[in-house]
């Protein structure tokens, strides 16, 4: 069964740091291409926004929004995506969500996990 389970959200001051976490099971992690999304408050699942991702090869690519501030990274032996978000603005607030992309079984397969909430605010 895979899953993908998503931690360390929270309530931090504008200018604070965070640390997302995504553990992976069930998959292949070292094929996977993973990546954070966000959904801020009032919006659709459709309209989350892709902020990070970082390919099975460990390529990275950012949304222009947290350039310079987030930072993806990956850990192929706990099987880890991590977050980490600098410089936190009232606009980071969403829910942030773990995304896994790859084959399994000749089949290309898109995970989610069940996110965590991230509040910015003084």
């Known amino acids: 069964q895979v899953e993908l389970v998503e931690s360390g959200g929270g309530l931090v001051q504008p200018g604070g740091s965070l640390r997302l976490s995504c553990a992976a099971s069930?998959?292949?992690?070292?094929?996977?291409?993973v990546a954070w999304y966000r959904q801020a408050p009032g919006n659709q699942r459709e309209q989350r926004e892709l902020?990070?991702?970082?390919?099975?090869?460990?390529?990275?690519n950012y949304a222009e929004s947290v350039k310079g501030r987030f930072t993806i990274s990956r850990d192929y032996v706990q099987r880890m995506v991590y977050l980490q978000m600098n410089s936190l603005k009232p606009e980071d607030t969403a829910v942030y969500y773990c995304n896994a992309v790859g084959p399994t079984g000749g089949i290309s397969r898109n995970y989610w996990g069940q996110g965590t909430q991230v509040t910015v605010s003084s």
């Open positions: 902020i990070a991702e970082i390919r099975s090869l460990g390529s990275t």
């Open positions: 069930g998959i292949i992690f070292r094929i996977y291409d």
